[in-house]
């Protein structure tokens, strides 16, 4: 800048910012553009007042819509303190990354949330009946009722909600994680189980501190199993480490179901009062809707992280096709019913995961397991696992020091030998092959489609072993 002429300097020191709203980098719309030169600020405003209200309003139930603009057009040296310290000689053009939604979240967040949503507001609606129910079933609005009565039954049936919570999370806390699309599903079925036993208290009077502790038992487990696996879920909706913003969210959408859910509910529950038929008919109807509603929002979900099935998926489809199957294509194989399991098991029916198990006990093994052992140990070399094969099912040994790493290699180790077509004598040498050869690519090839590789979602394993290396070995042979 020639220091001879002030005035010109002093024109060309201005600078412009472009304003632009929008969810989306292809759906943006110009706000504000702010002019500013050494001695003023020009403001002009785009777009309708109420529009940007409604967009307000809009980012309360969703994660974050802000996207913006900046456009620079500068000709000075010296920095505006707007800016900070930004030096700039020709104009540019600046433009910030969208992190806003939908881009922040996952593509399956939206199909979930809506139908999340509805099944939350049949839920909500629904309580209003059993609520009715219940309180009628312990002597509101009846003379020969007790205060202290009302009260020590609904203590007992809390007691009982904080007890079954609790066995809940001792027996199933750590499978939770690993089979989320399904508990998401079970906790939804135990809250309308605990909801029919409210409604059905009043026709039982004699049995009523049962049933409502039943009711109160069940409902505990949805507690447990609704919180543990919104947790899991919403850390996968979060790509942009938005993990607070998009539960905060849901958090918003599941206030405005409840108030609108009471609302309907207080309608109906009016409406239906005195009428048992039509009080049954429209609980039923809502909860087939609820688990109509829940199955579709659990099969929108594309989850990215491996358990037992979804490794078991991608691996019989790499080794026939050489390569791995989309989180969309993976969410349409898996088996998310509760009552599937069950019904494989009366069947006797196992799928290749359930072949497979992992972290077992080292005081299981028999002499003869021993001596298939050591006679198979040289196929384990510089691994931190060991397997066995028998009886159709593989048994995987999980070294005391061994990482998240080497439980993910273990199990895929285990569901190569299992679907061996070798015999007994080979089928360790051909699995251990395809690991040396195969593995390593199959797990790039995951990682490009977009797996969450560093873990397997699984049980804790409680198990683990410790085995000798080397001479003291060979001498154990």
Known sequence: MDASHPEGE??????????????????????????????????????????????????????????????????????????????????????????????????????FQMW??????????????????????????????????????WFLRDLTGMLGGILFT???????????????????????????????????????IV?????????????????????????????????????AKEGSQETLATMLGMGLGMLLAHITRGHALSVWTSFLSLTVFHMYANYKAVQSLSLTTLNYERASILLHYFKECGE????????????????????????????PHERVHLGAKASMLTHSDMLVIAKTRSHYENTNYLLLDKQGSVYVFIHKQATPADVLRSFVHGLVLASSTQTSKSQHLEARRWMDEMYTNFISKLQSEG???????????????????????????
Not at 23 to 46: D, G, K, N, W, Y
Not at 120 to 143: D, F, K, N
Not at 328 to 345: A, D, G, N, Y
Not at 453 to 465: C, D, F, M, V, Y
Request: aromatic residues 10%.
């Open 170 to 208: 001792f027996y199933q806390g750590s499978n939770l994680d690993s089979n989320a699309k399904m508990w998401r599903l079970v906790a939804d079925f135990m809250n309308d189980l605990g909801m029919l036993m409210d409604l059905l208290s009043p026709l039982f009077p004699s049995s009523l």
């Open 324 to 351: 791995v199957l989309a989180p969309q294509k993976v969410s349409q194989l898996e088996h998310i019913l509760p009552f599937w399991s069950t019904w494989r098991k009366l069947n006797k029916i196992k799928l």
């Open 10 to 111: 002093a024109a060309a020191r201005w600078v412009t910012i472009e304003e632009w709203s929008g969810s989306s980098a292809s759906a943006l719309s110009r706000t504000a553009v702010l002019t500013a030169s050494a001695s003023s600020l020009t403001a002009h405003r785009f777009g309708s007042r109420w529009g940007q209200i409604g967009s307000r309003m809009l980012g309360a139930f969703v994660p974050e819509l802000y996207l913006f603009e900046m456009n620079f057009a500068a000709q000075c040296s010296s920095p505006l303190f707007l800016l900070g310290p930004v030096t700039v000689t020709d104009e540019r053009a600046f433009v910030l990354p969208c992190q806003g939604f939908p881009g922040s979240v996952t593509p399956d967040y939206v199909p």
């Open 451 to 477: 797996y969450s590789t560093e873990r397997l979602l699984s049980h804790s394993i409680l198990w683990r072993a410790h085995w000798l290396h080397g001479q003291h070995y060979e001498k154990l042979k």
């Open 116 to 153: 999340d949503t509805l099944q939350g507001l049949s839920t909500y609606i629904r309580a209003m009946l059993s609520t009715q129910a219940l309180l009628g079933a312990i002597g509101v609005g009846e003379q020969s009722a007790t205060v202290i009565g009302a009260t020590f039954q």
């Open 211 to 247: 049933i409502m502790c039943l009711g109160s038992l069940s409902r505990s487990f949805t507690g447990v199993a609704s919180g543990a696996t919104r947790a899991a879920l919403t850390q996968h909706f979060a790509l942009a480490k938005n993990a607070a913003d998009i539960s």
